[in-house]
């Protein structure tokens, strides 16, 4: 395990940061033949984890991505946090039926394994990909 100091730290969140605009970016191209569908990052939240603030790490403002279709919210992507307990990073789906968990089961320095698990059961994950995507909204 690399040593862990300010560097590493700043270096995990750009990476955080690089992995939400690729879950963000595959929502768009899974919708984006669709012209009922629109989507607006003008939203943000703050991260500003644990490990951040021990090492003077400043805290960043991650888009939000929202999914609207005919102008009507159906789904919110919200980064939640990067280190959290068997995953590394995660990510909310809000929509009127209910909170998705998506998380990247994968280890760092390692392509992400993005993985979804639904409201009805938070037990078994299902892949996170274009068919998830287009079932969603």
């Given at each position: 395990?690399?040593?862990?100091?300010?560097?590493?730290?700043?270096?995990?969140?750009?990476?955080?940061?690089?992995?939400?605009?690729?879950?963000?970016?595959?929502?768009?191209?899974?919708?984006?033949?669709?012209?009922?569908i629109e989507?607006?990052?003008?939203?943000?939240?703050?991260?500003?984890?644990?490990?951040?603030?021990?090492?003077?790490?400043?805290?960043?403002?991650?888009?939000?991505?929202?999914v609207k279709?005919?102008g009507v919210?159906?789904?919110?992507?919200?980064?939640?946090?990067?280190?959290?307990?068997?995953?590394?990073?995660?990510?909310?789906?809000?929509?009127?039926?209910?909170?998705?968990?998506?998380?990247?089961?994968?280890?760092?320095?390692?392509?992400?394994?993005?993985?979804?698990?639904?409201?009805?059961?938070?037990?078994?994950?299902?892949?996170?990909?274009?068919?998830?995507?287009?079932?969603?909204?």
């Open positions: 395990m690399s040593e862990i100091n300010k560097e590493h730290i700043e270096n995990r969140v750009e990476d955080w940061g690089q992995r939400i605009e690729s879950v963000f970016s595959l929502v768009k191209n899974s919708l984006s033949g669709n012209s009922e989507f607006a990052e003008h939203k943000t939240v703050q991260m500003n984890e644990e490990l951040m603030q021990k090492f003077g790490v400043s805290a960043v403002s991650l888009p939000v991505l929202e279709r005919k919210l159906v789904a919110s992507f919200k980064p939640i946090g990067l280190w959290v307990i068997g995953a590394n990073g995660r990510i909310d789906i809000l929509t009127k039926e209910g909170s998705y968990i998506l998380v990247d089961l994968e280890g760092k320095d390692k392509p992400s394994d993005w993985r979804v698990y639904t409201p009805k059961n938070r037990k078994k994950s299902i892949p996170f990909d274009k068919e998830f995507v287009l079932g969603l909204v």
